[in-house]
């Protein structure tokens, strides 16, 4: 058998006895055909010409100006993680686009457009096993929702996982969001309060919020208002609409601060401006019963009936109250039984 340096020797005779050889070494090599170093528990990567590199080893012949070529047999090197990526992402966002305007749709692809999905998943996928964290993300995502690719959770999971190591806070807030689910994963709260942890601290305002929701509920951690104030404050800063109505809550009640109606109103105020129902739904309760703000009935079934046309099932309630009542509304039993047809209307409420 020849020596490490001979066979790099032999790999470079002429271009035929090169070529059987690196086929044959490549088929059966352990080691990187560049460093002769194990492949083994070691990032990979394949060229067309079978030579097999480290992922490391193909980026540092990139910074010494290889970037075209096996420097071997001089096949074409592939592409880098980040162009695979811009590619992938490129290819996929055009589909996606034709879905959204109803042009095609996910579950029935045109031939032309599913090879346009798999080749973004292909590259994707090469970009992810050499590492690049967003790739991994992008790969997690369409696995995740089944777009164009076979739905699996548990493989979404993994990819999101190789991110969050990496600590690409999207892939952080994905992978708690699915733990505190149980979706790919055994279902943990704790874990789901690390990753969220994570990606809260870098400024996630989602992650800071479920953060905030955690400890109030007291679900993978001690409860504790004070907690839940300090990240609802985080992200409600940050201009998230639900922190903002679950702060003003917090103040409204006294809970983790000192009680103030005039604050609780102030970050209602942020999230209403945002149009954010639950926030219409407590200026309402605030109106009826002069919290922070002089009182008036006419005022607070206005914000009522605005969350109410949003869906809220809450403002829909008390809308019917007002109506039922004549609060603020021309008295009429038939709109009170239109806007809450399944509630108890006849229960005593703003007293």
Same mark, same amino acid.
């Given at each position: 058998?020849l020596?490490?340096v001979?066979?790099?020797?032999?790999?470079?005779?002429n271009?035929?006895?090169r070529?059987?050889? &690196?086929?044959?070494?490549?088929?059966?090599?352990?080691e990187?055909?560049?460093c002769?170093?194990?492949?083994?528990?070691?990032?990979?990567?394949?060229?067309?010409?079978?030579?097999v590199f480290?992922?490391?080893? /193909?980026?540092?012949?990139?910074?010494?100006?290889?970037?075209? =070529?096996?420097?071997l047999?001089r096949?074409?090197l592939?592409p880098?993680?980040?162009k695979l !990526?811009?590619?992938a992402?490129l290819r996929?966002?055009?589909?996606?686009?034709? /879905?959204?305007?109803g042009?095609?749709?996910?579950? &029935?692809?045109?031939?032309?457009?599913q090879?346009?999905?798999?080749a973004a998943?292909?590259?994707?996928?090469?970009?992810?096993?050499?590492?690049?964290?967003m =790739?991994q993300? !992008? $790969?997690?995502?369409v $696995?995740l929702?089944g777009?164009g690719?076979?739905q699996?959770?548990?493989?979404?999971?993994?990819?999101f996982?190789k &991110?969050a @190591?990496?600590?690409?806070?999207?892939?952080?807030?994905?992978?708690?969001?699915?733990?505190?689910?149980?979706?790919?994963?055994?279902?943990?709260?704790?874990? =789901? /309060?690390?990753?969220?942890?994570?990606?809260?601290?870098?400024g996630?305002?989602? &992650?800071?919020? !479920? $953060?905030?929701?955690?400890? @109030?509920?007291?679900?993978?951690?001690?409860?504790?208002?004070?907690?839940?104030? $300090?990240?609802?404050?985080?992200?409600?800063?940050?201009?998230?609409?639900?922190?903002?109505?679950y702060?003003?809550?917090q103040?409204s009640e006294?809970?983790?601060?000192?009680?103030?109606?005039?604050?609780?109103?102030?970050w209602?105020?942020? =999230?209403?401006?945002?149009?954010n129902? @639950?926030?219409q739904?407590g200026m309402?309760?605030?109106?009826i019963?002069?919290?922070?703000?002089?009182?008036s009935?006419t !005022?607070?079934?206005?914000?009522?009936?605005k969350?109410?046309?949003q869906?809220? /099932?809450?403002?829909?309630?008390?809308l019917?109250?007002?109506?039922?009542?004549?609060r603020g509304?021309?008295?009429?039993?038939e709109?009170?039984?239109k806007?809450?047809p399944?509630?108890?209307?006849?229960?005593r409420?703003?007293?």
């Amino acid at each position: 058998m020849l020596a490490k340096v001979d066979r790099i020797s032999a790999c470079y005779g002429n271009d035929k006895s090169r070529d059987r050889i &690196a086929s044959v070494a490549a088929a059966t090599s352990e080691e990187c055909s560049t460093c002769l170093g194990s492949l083994a528990d070691a990032s990979v990567i394949t060229l067309q010409c079978t030579h097999v590199f480290h992922v490391e080893c /193909v980026a540092e012949l990139r910074k010494f100006g290889v970037k075209q =070529a096996c420097p071997l047999c001089r096949t074409p090197l592939p592409p880098g993680p980040e162009k695979l !990526n811009d590619e992938a992402s490129l290819r996929y966002m055009i589909i996606h686009r034709m /879905v959204t305007r109803g042009i095609v749709s996910w579950s &029935a692809l045109p031939p032309e457009a599913q090879g346009e999905v798999d080749a973004a998943i292909s590259s994707w996928q090469t970009a992810a096993e050499q590492g690049l964290a967003m =790739a991994q993300h !992008n $790969l997690g995502c369409v $696995l995740l929702e089944g777009y164009g690719a076979p739905q699996s959770e548990v493989e979404a999971v993994r990819w999101f996982k190789k &991110a969050a @190591e990496q600590g690409f806070s999207k892939s952080q807030f994905k992978l708690g969001s699915l733990v505190r689910e149980g979706r790919g994963a055994p279902q943990d709260d704790v874990e =789901a /309060v690390r990753w969220w942890r994570k990606s809260a601290a870098q400024g996630d305002v989602i &992650a800071q919020c !479920n $953060l905030g929701v955690m400890y @109030e509920d007291g679900r993978g951690v001690e409860r504790t208002d004070v907690e839940a104030a $300090l990240w609802y404050r985080m992200a409600a800063k940050q201009g998230h609409a639900p922190a903002q109505v679950y702060l003003g809550t917090q103040f409204s009640e006294g809970r983790g601060m000192a009680q103030s109606f005039s604050e609780a109103l102030r970050w209602l105020n942020k =999230a209403v401006e945002q149009g954010n129902a @639950e926030a219409q739904v407590g200026m309402g309760l605030a109106l009826i019963y002069g919290r922070g703000v002089e009182r008036s009935d006419t !005022n607070a079934a206005s914000w009522f009936k605005k969350a109410a046309k949003q869906g809220s /099932v809450d403002a829909q309630f008390y809308l019917g109250v007002c109506f039922r009542d004549g609060r603020g509304l021309v008295q009429c039993y038939e709109e009170a039984a239109k806007w809450s047809p399944t509630k108890d209307i006849l229960m005593r409420l703003f007293n």
